[in-house]
């Protein structure tokens, strides 16, 4: 069973974290996914765009450098009255990006506009002939390549390209959404964390403490405040049930002791009749018959005496029977009901009038239930007579309107506030009387009601099916 | 005549002091001893015999209803229960299985010839320790008037005070007025013992109480 049940367990155990993993794994997956493409496409569109520019800056450098070096007109006259002979210089905005001649000291001898911040960008170790990328003091990036003037006295051709100018908005949504992406996996990763932290290991935490603990006895409480209303929910509703079991253990131990000492009781009382009755007259009867045996006369008195202790021992043991098993109960349930009314009757010296109808009469009950109706009419007499005082019963059996069968015992005794009754003082004082007729009812599927006022007598009915 | 005996009962030791008690009797002849009812049903079926000494719980089948298929086949064998128990209710059940004698195990020899004597001849005996007034052979019952003798035969049907006022057009109140003087009459406490002791002055008869209505 153990085996069993712990294989059965260490499967459901294993569907579990299965699930889990399954479920934290498609989850994690496809973010990790995304972001690996997003970052390999962010860079790929960086090279890609790093390359185009590059040589879009080294050709036009590489091109303007050798038709400068061939025009040498350029160097002689003022750069603004010329510059319309170079259509690259009035390009403007048309051209994104900008170029500008300098020349061996790095003054500028012509630039086209957008070239004035050449300043701002210019560096000492700037290399020649190859494209490189560079950030102004505002950030911003530029390609720019530079070319050495192929003409005595040398000077320089710079071209650049500034990035923002170049692919614009562009620029900024595709560097824009790989970031979107990787907050979207972070995110994704964040809720994750909290599914383990927050949703997992909870429910771990309850299923270890459900697997230690030893139901009726144990309420698990060291539970983490949850900030997840329904694994709370499943907290609260396992302590609950545990606090449940707990006190159904109380009242199932307090009930069995209650029943162990009601047992201990019962055999007190038979040992203690059968000692005061039948062992003292078998006594009684061994010491006549030694007389009888050592009196050569053999009297016949003494004999006779011996007889009529023997007939008194056979009395009191049929006695203790009757009590101890009605074998009458096996005669029917209104034969049982009258033999059981009438010995009372004698035993108290009371008025008892049995009185059963027609159609109740003849219900067929078995000899079990016929014992538990017993019991509860002697209880009934024996509360009316002990303590209503009591002097007249009646027992009736008759069927209600639903064809239950009605077993009714009144008395004329003193009565008592039935609304009032302490079953848990009445237990504690010993007296299972009320509660052990209620739980006979309830073991045969029927009830008991109890009604009585003070001074107006007592009425318990058992009410059950045939 | 001899009176013959069949014997009935699980207990070997009983059973061998009942039989020693009718062994003892010239005139009786033990034919048969028998330790369940099946076995007592088959022997008297086979060897007839005038009266059968019938244990009431025994394996198989009890003594009730042992004389019960004696009673519903017509056989010619009287019945007495022989039994440790003390119970009213089993005299009247044994009576309406047809039983003419109800005979406590601790009867003397005397008392027993005597029961078997009364019911082979067809009449009734009833053991006077059954119901303890009973062995007060002296007392003379005062005459039941005839409504009464109605009232105690449909009493003792096991008929409720209502249906016993309701077939006899009476109130309910008047059939316990009767009850109370039949009780009266006869020096009984319940309505079981005023049957017997009935049956027993013979204010009422067997057959009376057996009339199916």
């Known amino acids: ?466 | 005549m001899v009176v013959k005996i069949l014997l009935a009962d699980d207990h070997p030791l009983t059973r061998s002091g009942i039989a020693e008690f009718v062994k003892r009797e010239g005139t009786f002849s033990l034919v048969a001893e028998a330790e369940d009812g099946v076995r007592a049903w088959e022997l008297i079926q086979e060897l007839k015999p005038d009266v059968a000494l019938l244990d009431i719980r025994m394996p198989g089948l009890d003594g009730v209803t042992v004389a019960q298929k004696v009673k519903s086949e017509n056989l010619n064998t009287a019945i007495i229960m022989l039994t440790s128990y003390d119970a009213q209710q089993y005299v009247i059940a044994s009576l309406r299985a047809g039983a003419r004698g109800f005979v406590l195990k601790t009867v003397s020899p005397k008392e027993l010839t005597t029961a078997i004597n009364t019911v082979a001849k067809g009449g009734l005996y009833l053991d006077p320790e059954v119901a303890s007034v009973m062995g007060n052979q002296d007392f003379i019952p005062e005459q039941l008037s005839v409504r009464e003798r109605e009232v105690l035969l449909l009493a003792a049907k096991g008929l409720s005070s209502k249906e016993v006022a309701r077939r006899l057009f009476i109130s309910e109140r008047t059939v316990q007025t009767h009850l109370a003087s039949i009780y009266d009459k006869l020096g009984s406490r319940n309505k079981t013992e005023a049957l017997l002791l009935a049956l027993k002055y013979g204010v009422v008869t067997l057959e009376e109480l057996l009339e199916e209505d």
């Not at chain 1, 299965?18 to 994690?28: E, I, K, Q, V, W």
């Not at chain 1, 569109?45 to 080294?58: D, F, G, K, L, T």
């Not at chain 1, 070239?115 to 950030?139: F, S």
């Not at chain 1, 008195?301 to 029977?321: F, G, N, P, Q």
Request: net charge negative; glycine share 6%; charged share 25%.
């Open chain 1, 1 to 466: 069973m153990g085996y069993m049940l712990s294989r059965l367990k260490s499967k459901y155990s294993r569907t579990r974290s299965h699930f889990l993993a399954f479920l934290l794994f498609a989850l994690t997956l496809p973010s990790v996914a995304v972001m690996l493409v997003a970052v390999s496409g962010m860079m790929s569109q960086e090279r890609a765009m790093e390359a185009a520019v590059s040589s879009y800056v080294q050709d036009l450098a590489e091109s303007m450098s050798y038709r400068v070096g061939s025009d040498t007109d350029v160097w002689t006259f003022s750069a603004l009255s010329n510059f319309t002979r170079f259509p690259f210089f009035s390009w403007g905005p048309s051209i994104p990006g900008w170029v500008a001649l300098i020349d061996q000291d790095g003054r500028i001898i012509i630039a086209s506009p957008g070239a004035m911040n050449i300043a701002a960008i210019w560096r000492n170790d700037l290399p020649v002939g190859q494209a490189i990328r560079v950030n102004d003091k505002e950030g911003e990036q530029y390609t720019l390549a530079i070319y050495p003037v192929n003409r005595p006295g040398g000077g320089y051709v710079i071209a650049a390209v500034s990035w923002s100018q170049l692919l614009g908005g562009l620029v900024g949504v595709v560097r824009i959404w790989p970031v979107l992406v990787v907050t979207i996996a972070l995110f994704s990763f964040i809720a994750i964390r909290l599914l383990w932290s927050r949703v997992v290991m909870p429910l771990r935490t309850i299923a270890s403490e459900i697997d230690n603990m030893t139901l009726g006895k144990d309420v698990p409480e060291n539970f983490e405040a949850s900030t997840i209303r329904e694994i709370e929910s499943v907290q609260t509703a396992l302590q609950r049930y545990a606090q449940a079991a707990i006190e159904r253990d109380n009242l199932r131990n307090r009930y069995v002791r209650d029943i162990v000492k009601a047992q201990e009781q019962e055999r007190m009382d038979m040992a203690r009749e059968i000692h005061d009755g039948p062992l003292q007259d078998i006594t009684a009867l061994v010491q006549q018959l030694h007389i009888t045996l050592e009196d050569d006369n053999g009297d016949m008195k003494r004999i006779k005496r011996t007889e009529a202790i023997a007939k008194s021992v056979v009395r009191e043991l049929r006695a203790l029977c009757d009590e101890l098993a009605p074998p009458w109960m096996d005669l029917g349930l209104s034969e049982a009901l009258t033999e059981v009314a009438e010995r009372l009757s004698q035993a108290y010296d009371i008025e008892i009038i049995a009185d059963f109808d027609d159609d109740a009469r003849n219900a067929d009950i078995d000899n079990e239930r016929i014992l538990s109706l017993l019991r509860i009419v002697q209880e009934a007499v024996s509360n009316a007579v002990r303590h209503g005082a009591a002097n007249e019963i009646l027992i009736q059996l008759s069927r209600d309107a639903e064809e239950n069968l009605l077993l009714e015992i009144s008395d004329n005794g003193k009565g008592f506030d039935a609304g009032n009754i302490n079953h848990e003082t009445l237990r504690v004082e010993g007296h299972r009387g009320l509660a052990s007729m209620t739980e006979r009812m309830a073991l045969m599927g029927g009830k008991l009601r109890i009604t009585s006022e003070i001074n107006e007598g007592t009425t318990i009915r058992a009410i059950f099916k045939d």
